[in-house]
């Protein structure tokens, strides 16, 4: 079983700069969904793949309600791609450092697996030619995550950053965390340094999609993280889309061996997806997916203020 872990680590590992805040609009009250992105964007545009997020969206909502429902400015990326380039500079370790980043050194398996990933992350971008050198950097960028506390910190931040604002603009929040960028999430979610409770930023719900945080032996690999999964402090409700045919896609709610019946926590549920025209892992095919942007606009839709109820809004509960 270590041995499946290990090469689904390895498998998952496998650029624009973030744009800067823009000024405060009209638009305290109205909810706003914060996208963490996966894997593999190192050599991506942000602002075009959130533009292709936000259609994407746009069109689950469109067959989840009838209404497509959301503005421009209703979704925002989360982007931490550009602090995977190699030879980036002095990092951040001041937040996240803590007992469950510094207990696994050694020979541990998770110990071992990082250092493996830091030395294939500096050979793969050594090696990289000019045909393959996007795929490499992306694939070297995402090793680097894997293997440099300090590099997940940072991205932890960002998620941070992009909360805090959404909280000083009085707009609720949706967070969507896509493949890595779950890990990203998760590991912010359980890091007290950053959750002192004075700064809880309220999230309405969280939505994972295309998800291995329910591997619970990759989570002890990578962030030594023993804990059981629970609904995360400042946590209202927690949703994680599984596409069946996703091999990256874990549930949460484990089913019991005796029973055959899927083991209930609190706050979290699981939703299985439909089939779409993208590859199973893609984050498009998620938000296309009725299920998953009912899951989304639904808490969007919950999370409105009351006198900016929509059409679609209403038309999505009845159904």
Known sequence: MTSRVLLLALMLTGAAAPQPDAPVKESAGRPVILIVHGRGFLSRDSAAFRRKALHALREGAFRASGDSLLDDDDVRLVWYADLMAARR?????????????????????????????????????????????????????????????????????????????????????????????????????????????????????LVTVGSLVGNAELRELLFSDTAAVSLPRGVRSWINAVNADDPFAWRLTATDATSGQARALRGIDDVVTGSADEPAHDLRGYLRDAGTARAIVGAWCDAADARRRFAGCLALARR
């Open 89 to 205: 500079g002095a990092r951040s370790v001041m937040l996240c450092d803590g007992p469950a980043d510094t207990a696994d050194v050694g020979l541990s398996p998770g110990f071992l697996l990082r250092s493996l990933a830091l030395v294939a992350s500096e050979l793969v971008d050594a090696g990289a030619t000019d045909s393959v050198a996007d795929d490499a950097r992306d694939l070297a960028g995402d090793l680097r995550f894997v293997g440099d506390p300090s590099m997940r910190c940072d991205a932890e931040g960002r998620v941070a950053n992009a909360l805090s604002r959404a909280h000083r603009e009085g707009r609720p929040v949706i967070l969507v965390a896509h493949s890595l960028g779950a890990f990203v999430t998760w590991g912010y979610l359980r890091h007290p340094s950053f959750l002192d409770e004075r700064d809880v930023v309220e999230i309405q719900r």
